[in-house]
Structures are given as C-alpha cells and as structure tokens.
C-alpha cells in the first residue's frame, strides 16, 4: 500500500490550522460550489453519483429498516438531499464555517440532519459514534494523508455498513500519458475563462519546479496538484482488508460542459469513485 507523500511542508505542525484558514478563506458566504465541481454542474455526473447513493442508501435500509449517513464535505448540501430523500438520517460535516451555518439554515425544518463544524476532521474522527453509511464527494484530494483518514473513517461505520467516495482524480502515474495530457488541456482550457491567469501561470510555473507554497491557498486545499492525483490502487488495497467488497469506478470529468460532453464519448477516465460494502469487524480487518 503506497501512495506518494506529500511535500514536507504539509506535515508541519501548523498545516492544519493553515489548512482550515484556507477553507474557510475559499469557501465564503455565497460560494458557488457548481462552479468548478463538474459532478454538481453536469447532469450526467450527477446523476450516476445520486443513483448509487440511493441504491446503497437503500441497501442499509433493507438489511436494517434504517439508515444513518455521515457526509464528510457537504458543501451546500446537494447530496444531502438526495440522502434525505432516499430514506436516511444524515449527520453532515463541514470546514467552512460559512457553508456550515448555511447547512443549518438550508436543512432547519429537517429532524433529520445534524450539522457539524469540523474544520480539522478531527472532531469527526474523534467521535464515538458509527453510521450505516460514510459518503464523501470530492474530498479526499483536499486530505494529505488520506489512506490515514481512511483507515480512523472506517471505525465509525457499523459492520456491515459501507463507504462512498468520489469525484478524485486517478492518480497520474497510473493513467495513460494521453488520458492525463487531456484531462490538464481540459481543465486549463476552461481554467483561462474563470479570471487571474497569471496567478494560475505563475502556480504551474512553480509547481513544474517541485515548489510547493504553504501560504497559497490553491496548494494547501487541492493537494492533488502538488501530489500527482489520489492513489485509487492504494485507497482499493486499504479498503478491501476491511470491507468484503470493493468496487472501483472511473470516469471522464472536466469542468467544461463542451469538454464533458466530448470525453464522455470516449474511453478517457480520468477520476473515480469508490464503494465498498459489508464493513468486517474489527479483529477480521
């Protein structure tokens, strides 16, 4: 089980507190989380993302008559909804303060929604409850050590219970040259129209030296591009000794709708999502 560390900088003893500065800084009241989140803006994406939310959510409801979800990352709740919909109690965590209070007040009607603030991940982590269910969407390329978080994510969840992530890019010395070099074309093709481009030139010029900049808000939240994309053989290799089954999906992803509708009629995959079922018992894993 591999994946490559992260630059020296991110494990210093102050990342973290960084870390939560950036999220809150980039996630401000009125973020528009669509924007630049191809499975929240494209129809296609989002519907094979709700679709294997339902069937997994209604999985537990049959095996238990109930299902209790924790969503790491909410955002402004999109998934949440769908959750909620398909029958489960959602417990929601999220590192933005200001995306936290508009949970809050987005779900105040609902008994079926708890909202937590966790700008660490720690507080979650820490906790000493369990769910059915642990759902992530575009999370874990914002995590360092994210087989870590993992590993400490899986105690939370009952046995027999299951994990969902997705929406992180394969890591790249796993894909084709020609998939990557198509991806990157994509994103910056659509990255030119979004404002700031000699910052964003500047962060590429840097990035291909190997620098790596523990005050730029871009390299502390999207560790993917200083860290070659997630490593989905490793998350696999961890998972399967503690789920019985685990199932790896990959896709095409770019934020442009044009460029979303050309790769998805080709083979390029270029991100993936992972779901495991049946948690094994601790002295099994």
């Not at 989380?33 to 049959?62: C, F, W």
């Not at 966790?118 to 050590?145: K, Y």
Request: proline share 5%; aromatic share 8%; hydrophobic share 40%.
């Amino acid at each position: 089980m591999t994946a490559e560390d992260p630059p020296d900088d991110v494990t210093a003893p102050d990342h973290a507190a960084a870390v939560a500065a950036a999220q809150h800084a980039g996630h401000p009241r009125g973020h528009d989380y669509d924007k630049g989140s191809p499975h929240l803006r494209h129809a296609s994406l989002r519907t094979v993302v709700e679709g294997r939310l339902r069937r997994l959510v209604g999985e537990q409801i049959a095996a238990r008559e109930s299902c209790r979800v924790l969503e790491v990352g909410a955002g402004h709740g999109t998934f949440t909804r769908c959750l909620l919909d398909a029958g489960a109690v959602v417990t929601v965590t999220e590192a933005s303060a200001d995306s936290a209070a508009y949970l809050r007040a987005q779900f105040a009607g609902s008994g079926d929604v708890e909202v937590i603030h966790d700008d660490s991940g720690e507080q979650i982590l820490g906790s000493e409850g369990t769910w059915d269910l642990a759902v992530m969407t575009s999370v874990l390329h914002h995590i360092p050590d994210y087989l870590s978080f993992l590993d400490r994510l899986y105690v939370l969840i009952a046995p027999g219970g299951a994990l969902f992530t997705v929406q992180d890019p394969l890591y790249y010395p796993n894909m084709p040259r020609f998939a990557h070099v198509a991806e990157r074309g994509a994103y910056f093709s659509w990255r030119v129209t979004q404002g700031d481009v000699l910052r964003g030139a500047r962060a590429q010029v840097r990035r291909r030296r190997g620098r790596y900049d523990d005050s730029d808000p871009s390299d502390l939240v999207e560790y993917h591009v200083v860290r070659k994309g997630v490593d989905e053989r490793a998350i696999a290799e961890l998972l399967s000794s503690r789920f019985a089954d685990v199932d790896v999906f990959t896709y095409w992803s770019s934020q442009a709708p044009v460029w979303q509708w050309l790769g998805e009629r080709t083979s390029i995959q270029t991100h993936f999502g992972v779901e495991a079922r049946g948690r094994l018992p601790h002295e099994v894993a």
